[in-house]
């Protein structure tokens, strides 16, 4: 073994044990929903009829191909069932390998836990090898189960196999995506930044792309979510596609080693620029905004495209289906204001899951400056405890109350200009604002974690993805009301919005008053935690 590589296998065990429980839940979810889903499909569309119904009314409808796909076999019940999961989940699936990456490179360069290990014989390049091998490894291991569990769910073996390894190779990619971004930036949150915006534009490539018709243009293929898509398991299986993702991540991993031995540990490719020589911070409040500002800007330019593109799409909704029996249905669900309103909704409200996963990012920070060391230095001055972690959670707070205020007004617009209608800006602002409290809930878990058990501060980015899972997927698996209802997202109003919507936002409120209560109390009574 080169030298630069020396203790590659000691950090790989290292890590798999650090990931004993966070790796195994992962791997294995995504397996229970492949199978799930591929049990619940055969239900939902027992013959072909049903099936080319489904799939003509989904490629029809632009909002929904522009979120999920399309479908390009009506006939073929893995394709119909598994279209959330092509581009959604494989979404779902890359963010999770790119924070899987950042944990065990620029996260644990940050903390000093690599500089501490490097005293040891240690090489250059094996934190980056021994990153890359787990991740790598995890995206390996969980397109085949996943591939086990849709044949076993009773689809095609050929067609489960291409589906698996098509999220197998997607999170490789990205994964290897990530294993660059650590060599550009010096912060862990800046590389995850990076990463997951990479995420972003191509999710948002993907939707352009696919609603070209007859679709796909060549925005998709510059995509690896498209790429995903574009194997077509259950519709055709292009085995050829997969050489897409691998050929990538050929040229990434290569490149990440490369950019790795241009720069000292602890450092960033990208110079951090000095601060000015008279300090102009007037407390923590002044600092918390200082820390966190520019990823807030980020989100919120982020919000407004999307919010722009999303709501632009309304235009299409209303002729989402011409057969007489879809007409029908259209005038006894209320016409096209109630199309409206539905596709509205929807989007309002991943948005608003969108801005809770900010929440829980801006929340987060707390732990990250326990961890560094830096609250530690603040608290030895005459700032307290409630003051200092007031000054990241009300930060938190705030954003994620922007956020979906843009959210709002921007889909609002969009839609507007769309169809010419401008009560469309106030309906889906007052809906985008709406969502706010149930944000704020999941924020405040994550101040309730950080007060009394703060290790497990990451463990709150799982609970956002069960809140997720049941809203998309809840129904599809027959799971109980009690379970569904514990996501305060399904509590949140949606379009139209009528007068008993009030008590249900009070009740948000309240809990995530009461949530940051028991978060406050937990930081006044334990000590600080490495």
């Known amino acids: 073994m080169p030298e630069t590589l020396a203790g590659t296998g000691v950090l790989i065990r290292l890590g798999l044990r650090r990931d004993r429980w966070m790796l195994p839940v992962w791997i294995v979810g995504f397996a229970l929903i492949a199978y799930s889903t591929a049990l619940a499909g055969a239900e939902l569309y027992p013959d072909v009829a049903s099936r080319v119904e489904a799939a003509t009314a989904l490629n029809a409808t632009a909002s929904m191909v522009a979120m ?16 959330k999961y092509t581009a959604f989940m494989t979404a779902i699936l890359a963010v999770l390998m790119v924070i899987l990456a ?35 490894g995890a995206s390996v291991l969980l397109g085949l ?35 660059l971004a650590a060599q550009l930036t010096a912060s862990a949150r800046a590389a995850t930044g990076i990463s997951i915006g990479v995420v972003a534009v191509t999710y948002a ?12 243009s060549v925005l998709s293929w510059l995509s690896p ?28 991993v290569p490149a990440a080693f490369a950019l790795r031995a241009r720069r000292d540990l602890g450092s960033g490719l990208r110079a951090e620029r000095p601060g000015p020589a008279v300090g102009s911070l007037s407390g923590v409040w002044d600092l918390a905004v200082r820390l966190q500002y520019r990823v807030l800007v980020a989100w919120a330019l982020a919000f407004l495209v999307f919010g722009v593109v999303i709501g632009s799409l309304v235009s299409n909704v209303a002729e989402l289906l011409s057969s007489p029996n879809a007409q029908d249905l259209i005038k006894l669900l209320g016409g096209r204001q109630a199309l409206t309103d539905a596709f509205l909704a929807a989007e309002i409200s991943i948005m608003g899951l969108l801005a809770a996963a900010y929440g829980v990012s801006a929340a987060n920070h707390l732990r990250s400056e326990e961890a560094a060391g830096h609250t530690e230095a603040l608290l030895g001055t005459a700032t307290t405890r409630i003051r200092w972690a007031s000054s990241h959670f009300t930060f938190a707070l705030a954003g994620v109350a922007l956020l979906l205020l843009l959210a709002g007004v921007s889909i609002g617009v ?13 309906r889906s602002t007052l809906a985008g604002l709406a969502q706010v409290p149930a944000a704020w809930v999941v924020t405040s878990v994550a101040l309730v974690v950080f007060g009394w058990a703060p290790r497990l501060a990451g463990a709150v980015w799982g609970l956002l993805l069960a809140f997720v899972a049941l809203g998309e997927f809840g129904v599809l698996w027959n799971a109980p009301e009690w379970l569904m209802d514990l996501s305060p997202f399904r509590h949140s109003p949606l379009l139209p919005m009528g007068s008993g919507d009030g008590a249900a936002l009070t009740v948000l409120i309240v809990a995530a008053a009461a949530l940051a209560a028991l978060g406050y109390a937990g930081w006044r009574r334990r000590d600080l935690a490495a």
């Not at 479908?71 to 069932?81: C, K, R, V």
């Not at 005293?119 to 990153?131: N, Q, T, Y």
């Not at 490539?205 to 796909?216: F, H, I, N």
């Open 145 to 179: 189960l996943s591939a086990a569990a849709l044949a076993a769910g009773g689809l095609p073996a050929a067609g489960s196999l291409a589906f698996g390894l098509g999220w197998a190779a997607t999170g490789m990619a990205f994964s290897a995506v990530a294993g």
């Open 414 to 426: 969009g839609a507007a200009f769309a169809v010419n209608d401008s009560a469309l800006v106030g």
């Open 205 to 216: 490539l993907r939707a352009v792309g696919d609603l070209a018709e007859p679709g796909p």
């Open 68 to 83: 999920f796909g399309r479908i390009y076999d009506p006939t073929s019940i893995g394709a119909l069932s598994l279209i």
């Open 225 to 252: 979510i498209g790429w995903n898509q574009q194997i077509r398991a259950f519709a055709g299986d292009r085995w050829w596609v997969l050489a897409l993702p691998v050929c990538l991540c050929l040229v990434l």
């Open 102 to 136: 950042i944990r065990h490179t620029r996260s644990d360069e940050e903390s000093g836990r690599l500089e501490l290990l490097g005293g040891g014989r240690l090489g250059r390049d094996a934190p980056l090898a021994a990153a890359l091998t787990i991740s790598l």
